[in-house]
């Protein structure tokens, strides 16, 4: 096996990896809601189906980003790969900030004042969960 050869396995682990967090994440997140809407009120129990799918997502777009960064770096390293990934983590990089304002209900920048306004300490998780 080549060096060339290991790296596209390494890649190709990381894909997998991703999308294997993206559907273990999703059904996990989804048998949660079927067991929470029994036992408590649907719209918490909803509200919490919506952030960990949300956190789902963001877990399994940071891994297939590395993917990404290695194809491009150590495999096929073009002009054209390198704006493609830039592109690619652009969009990836939106999404994840939309999901975590979604999520939080806050800016990143103004997450301190929130926590501080809400007595809680900066460590505390503002996601809701339920």
């Given at each position: ?42 719209t ?18 940071e ?33 994840s ?34």
């Amino acid at each position: 096996m080549t060096f060339q050869e290991g790296l596209e396995l390494v890649v190709k682990g990381f894909e997998v990896f991703g999308v294997g967090i993206l559907v273990v994440g999703s059904i996990s997140a989804v048998v949660s809601y079927a067991r929470d809407a029994r036992s408590m009120d649907r719209t918490r129990a909803w509200t919490a189906l919506r952030g960990n799918i949300g956190r789902t997502i963001l877990l399994g777009l940071e891994v297939l980003i590395v993917a990404d960064i290695v194809q491009t770096v150590a495999i096929d390293a073009t002009w054209q790969s390198a704006v493609a990934l830039g592109v690619i983590v652009l969009v990836r990089t939106f999404l994840s900030f939309s999901l975590e304002i979604e999520l939080e209900g806050v800016v990143p920048w103004r997450r301190r004042s929130v926590q501080a306004a809400e007595g809680l300490s900066p460590t505390d998780d503002l996601a809701p969960l339920a």
